[in-house]
């Protein structure tokens, strides 16, 4: 008889334990389900364990985005220089503000926004720069900040990637005006949907809090508890994007597990840059030193001149093998909302283009068993095998 064909190993797939199970049943049973003493302590917990003054917590990364661009006064007529290597929400959020999200290439070793294109980029207008910590490696934030201080920009990281992650010695949350944090379901450590944003200004803090929640002066729960009346003030018109305390409480077991899961991460990593590092074919992503990678992703580059296969074919063949994959990312620049809106074309950006063209990223999460690792590195080598014979 036919062997069975294993399960397929998702692209991601979230690290959940009983101890996530246990917390959230407690907030059931106790009943405040939103908003209060856990967002509160998830808060207090997270911004210490970057070593920030402010962490406020929220329903998206893009919501704290969003909460940031407005509290630094991003206007209608503004520019943000963001690399084209992201996801929409880094741009979009400052769209919705009336700015132009300004698109810059990136470097070809990390990924990330490419300083001097970014200088050469800033206009009278421009504002503020957005890096995205690619991957969940830091990108070169001396250099970055040393550019925003020249030119008078604010600095909101995009750090979506990047927890647990660190720049010499230093974690990833107080380098910026503000740092926005994703808990997405399949990132480093999850709520299910969840963000925060740090940092290390109270005024900065105290808008974003404030526009959080409806522009309203007053947490929600301090309004119904007996510390509390009825009265409230709307400062502002705000929105809606405040945390609840029933993810509040899955994000405080997963910030306590954060270590815990990086260490699997990193052997994970491991074992992929040792199977894949000498292969022609391949191209492994750059580790550069100073950081501590947090391993949000692996994104393999094809080198697509050695194969005889495209990247979009090398990806059904992993799917055809139980392998789930990714790419990360589809430019910006190529987008049509950005395209029609902005005039981007392709040809704009071409290291991000080339590197589009080449990306498959891997699994790569706790819950990967060692067997499953070996399935996901027979694989590649199987196709790449496959591909060079052809
Ligand atoms: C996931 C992600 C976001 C958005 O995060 P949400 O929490 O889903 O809003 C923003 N930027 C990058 C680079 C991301 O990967």
Redesign the pocket.
Known sequence: MPNPSPPFIPFAVPDLTEAEATAVADVVRDGWINTGPRAKAFEAEFAAAVGAKHGVAVN???AALHLAYEALGLHPGDEILVPTM??T??AATAWHLGAKPVLVDIRENDETIDVEKAERAVTPRTKAIAP?HYGGQACELDALLDLARRKNLRVVE?A??AFPASYKGRPIGTFGDVTCF???ST?TITTA?G?MACTQDDDLAARMRIMSLHGISKDAWKRYTSEGSWYYEVLAPGFKYNLTDLAAAIGRVQLARAQEMLRKREAIAKRYLEAFDDNDALIVPTVLPDRTHAWHLFSLRLRLEALSLSRDTFLDELKARGIGTSVHYIPLHLQPCYRETFGYRPGDFPVAEDAYRRSVSLPIYSKMSDADVDRVINAILDVVHRGAAA
């Open positions: 998206s990364c893009t992201t996801f929400s880094t995205v995009d979506a990637h994703s808990f997405y990132k949907e963000g």
